[in-house]
DNA sequence: ATAGGGTTAG
């Protein structure tokens, strides 16, 4: 038997025929004929040739000769013959790109009926994949036989579909990998490539993970497909956790348990502060129990989340009892021992429980008892507490203690401190505390957007435009870049004293900054601007908004409500309400109280009751703030017996009067001389702890001094301690 | 585990 020589045939195809194309035909079919010609002869042949051209040719003809006696069967080479053209068009250099001329190709090679080799399936998404050209890669894809779908491949066509950041390619490649996991080919099947590209895909940044991701990665599980290592699969909980699929998150873990995956503790405790995040109480205490019966999967961190959820939600006492319960008050085999992150959140809750005797003494305890050493957190977190609560010498008092112990203070720790002294009129203090610190050569902490941030909402809050400017200035001028809070704190500060332009101004800068605003930002302009009366510019701002996809909330309805009803413009006001509760918000007190104020303002006192009345049978509780509303206007109505069985119809719906409620009432009652009533009214401010304010203070001593009462007016404004305030300096 | 912000009615 002559063997097939693939060589011979080259020679023959290459060199220039002398006898003429139909002795050249003649000895092509003596040779291909003289042996058995395999597919692998035929690759072997097409590969020597020149160019795709040159090998269509030869292809062509071998297919013409069909029927005629042995070339024929060299047809049934197709898939070989076309992935050795494919490999000689993908490596040649032409006028065309060669991804043109591969799908030129690839068109025929399906016309003409033949299945795709997997080598011509790799070579195409190759170029089709370099390309770019994601279609014809899932044409190639899907043209494929199923058999030969192999995971190699497909996971490089996963990767390209993944990268091309669509949403469309991205359903392909879930529907790629389901297919994957469940193609009876062994060889096909989803591999651990197969996990690392969609688990890192999901991981990545600014894109949140839906159900449909959620169901793919459990089914991934189930076909033991997992992520690579406990850091891989917590950091997976925590993003599902994030995308507000916790339930997604349990699911999954527990198929990856299930499955028989290795699970440390770390990925429990992510699902169990993902639960804790949205307050699924029930569901952690499951977890916690599980995670006690699995054996070694409690730590310090599972205790930590535990007990951060207790002191989050003012379960201070729970949480105190979580701790003696660590440091082994009932039992003397503690399962873990707390750390310091464990005694400064405890500490936290007492500060913010305002227990912050408690938690000093707490401090103590686990430096004494505990032999756990307090760091700058600790000592930050007790000099919140006490600025919060106004005493801000012994704050200061525990910054000495720092220094004392060696515990650096940090940036943290200096801007609390400047916050409890700006909140308790003591802003120039603070100031001054800021720079004296910056010039201290024993002290480097610098400050940042953070206390740019408190001094410039300080200034502000204190109507100090100016200053706050300066403020804005000067930490640009050091180089610190305000943030999105920064901007808003300006923003607002600046609407509420009337400075709209300004603002606005901010808020382009803002925008120019790469921060873009929200619903809120623009219903504080909106607001500024409906309190100058600017309707117009507040509409312009709301279809700003709505032309950025902002919706408007119920807060922007309020807003305008209010603004409507203010200039006495019912209709208009009453045609909104209506399109609120179209968009499905349901009016509040807010919304009721803003019309009642109208109505109110208009002097008219039947439409305003109308609407008062009208909204038990709504659901709508009326607030303290309506009644108010009402008691003003009925004692400037000079009514004092409505205004005050207005009072006690109050106290019944268990709404407690404030000192706002009082000076109405007061001022009421002086015009007409009732003072009896007057005294009552005293007797009940007292028993709810209410201090007169300046307003309180004024009326009374234009009335009861003259009428022979100063010894009683004198006990009711006397007070314990001095008011708030008193030592507040003037910026 | 700790620090700063914001809208609606008197």
Known sequence: MVKADASAVVDLLLRRSHGGDQQREEELRSLLTSAPFTASHLLQVIRSLPDADAALRFFDWCRSQDGSSVPSALALHGPSAYQAIFELANRQQGPRPPCARLKDLLDRSTEQGYALTLDSAVILVRAFGTAGLLEDVLRVVRSLKASLRR?????????????????????????????????????????????????????????????????????????????????????????????????????????????????????????????????????????????????????????????????????????????????????????VVPDVVIFNTVIDGLCKARRLEEGLALLERMKKELRCTPNTVTYNTLIDGFCKAGEIDRAHGLLARMNDEEISPNVVTMNTLIDGMCRHGRVSSALEFFRGLQLDADVDVKGNAVT???????????????????????MQNCGIRPDAITYFTMISGLSQAGKLDEA????????????????????????????????????????????????????????????????????????????????????????????????????????????????????????????????????????????????????????????VTYNALFRCLKEHHMLSEAFQLMDRMKEQNLRPDYITVEILSGWLPAVGEVAKLKTFIQEDDLPEGLEAEVC
């Open 151 to 335: 995971a190699s491949i497909c996971n490089g066509v996963l990767r390209l579909l993944f990268d091309a950041n669509d949403s469309r390619y991205r359903a392909e490649a879930f529907a790629l990998v389901r297919e994957m996991l469940r193609s009876p080919h062994p060889r096909c099947r989803a591999d651990s490539d197969t996990g690392s590209i969609v688990y890192s895909t999901l991981l990545r940044r600014n894109k949140l993970v839906d159900e449909e991701a959620v169901a793919l990665v459990i089914e991934m599980a189930e076909h033991r497909i997992f992520p690579s290592d406990d850091a891989q699969l917590s950091q997976l909980i925590n993003k599902l956790c994030w995308s507000r699929q916790t339930d997604g998150a349990c699911n999954f873990l527990q198929a990856v348990r299930n499955a028989g995956g290795v699970v440390g503790a770390s990925p429990w405790n992510s699902l169990l502060s993902g639960l804790s995040r949205v307050g699924d109480v029930q569901r952690m205490n499951i977890l916690f129990a599980e995670m006690e019966e699995m054996g070694h999967h409690r730590n310090v961190v599972t205790f930590g989340i535990v007990i951060n959820n207790l002191c989050k939600s003012r379960r201070i006492g729970d949480a105190l009892q979580v701790l003696d319960n660590m440091t082994g008050g009932s039992s003397n085999s503690a399962e």
């Open 452 to 474: 740019y941030s408190i001094l410039i909402g300080a200034f502000l809050r204190v109507n100090n435009l100016n200053k706050a400017r300066e403020m804005l200035e000067e």
């Open 504 to 659: 606005l101004s901010v808020a382009s800068t803002m925008e120019k900054d790469g921060y873009s605003l929200d619903t809120k930002s623009y219903n504080i302009l909106i607001a500024g601007f409906c309190r100058k009366k600017r309707l117009d510019r507040a509409r312009d701002l709301l279809d700003e908004m709505v032309g950025k996809g902002l919706n408007p909330d119920d807060v922007t309805f309020n807003t305008f409500i209010a603004a409507l009803s203010k200039i006495k413009d019912f209709t208009s006001a009453h045609l909104l309400l209506e399109k609120m509760i179209e968009r499905g918000y349901k009016p509040t007190a807010i919304t009721c109280g803003a019309l009642i104020h109208g109505y109110c303002r208009a002097d008219d006192m039947n439409a305003a009751m109308d609407i008062f009345r009208s909204m038990d049978a709504a659901g709508v509780q009326p607030s303290t703030m309506i009644y108010n509303i009402l008691i003003d206007y009925l004692s400037k109505k000079k009514e004092p017996v409505a205004a005050l069985s207005l009072g006690d119809e109050m106290l019944g719906r268990g709404l407690l009067p404030t000192t």
